[in-house]
């Protein structure tokens, strides 16, 4: 009888001091989330979408650096001739020339400020189109068609200073010019995307604002 006192006492006990570890515990969480709530009452997360656009100081000064950019290529020929006039006869010389003439833009050329912002675009105002080598005449190329009598140097110079004018009429027009704008749009659509810009607006000095 001494024992089941006893047993009956032990149950008694350790049943009090489980449920006061349990209340314990609980009133330890609940002072810790009103502490916690108490302390971050004036913290929040926001999401705010920007539609900034950030470009490096070092992505401008790589495209600055690309130097002379060709956005076409004209091939042409001309054949020229030149006729002096003799007591015994007239003499003649015909040649023809061969020139590849390349327009672009030279990337040296850019003014300041030539990349800003407006919007969520990017605005970027390259050097106009341009002849990028006076020297396009292949001499090597260059032959006599037909000659008769003699010709000095002086002659054969000025045969080639025609050459030279009559090319760049030619194939320095309007038509040529406007085709290099759109491949050169192109290509600087392409350069910027690889770089994560997607609005750019593509303009060149000299030409209206559109």
């Known amino acids: 009888m001494q024992d089941k006192n006893n047993f009956q006492f032990f149950v008694n ?3 009090k001091t489980f449920w006061m570890i349990i209340i314990s515990i609980t009133m330890l969480l609940i002072v810790g989330a009103t502490t916690l709530v108490y302390l971050n009452k004036d913290n929040f997360i926001s999401i705010n979408h920007s539609n900034k656009i950030n470009i490096t100081p070092t992505q401008i000064q790589s495209i600055e650096q690309i130097g002379e950019w ?5 091939y042409d020929e001309e054949i020229l001739d030149t006729i002096r006039t003799g007591f015994f006869g007239d003499d003649e010389l015909v040649r023809i020339y061969y020139g590849t003439l390349r327009l672009g833009v030279d990337m040296k050329d850019l003014k300041k400020h030539w990349l800003k912002q407006e919007g969520d675009s990017l605005i970027a105002t390259l050097p106009a189109i341009k002849l990028l080598d006076e020297q396009f005449i292949d ?28 090319m ?12 290099a704008k759109q491949n050169a749009r192109l290509q600087f659509h392409n350069l910027m995307r690889s770089m994560g810009f997607n609005n750019v607006a593509i303009r060149f000095e000299g030409e209206h604002k559109k």
């Open 139 to 166: 001499e090597a190329r260059t032959l006599s068609f037909f000659e008769s009598g003699t010709w000095n140097d002086q002659a054969r110079e000025a045969l080639y200073t025609r050459a030279f004018i009559q």
């Open 70 to 74: 060709e956005f076409l290529s004209v």
């Open 13 to 15: 006990k350790v049943s």
């Open 168 to 179: 760049k009429e030619r194939c320095l027009n309007e038509s040529n010019i406007e085709i």
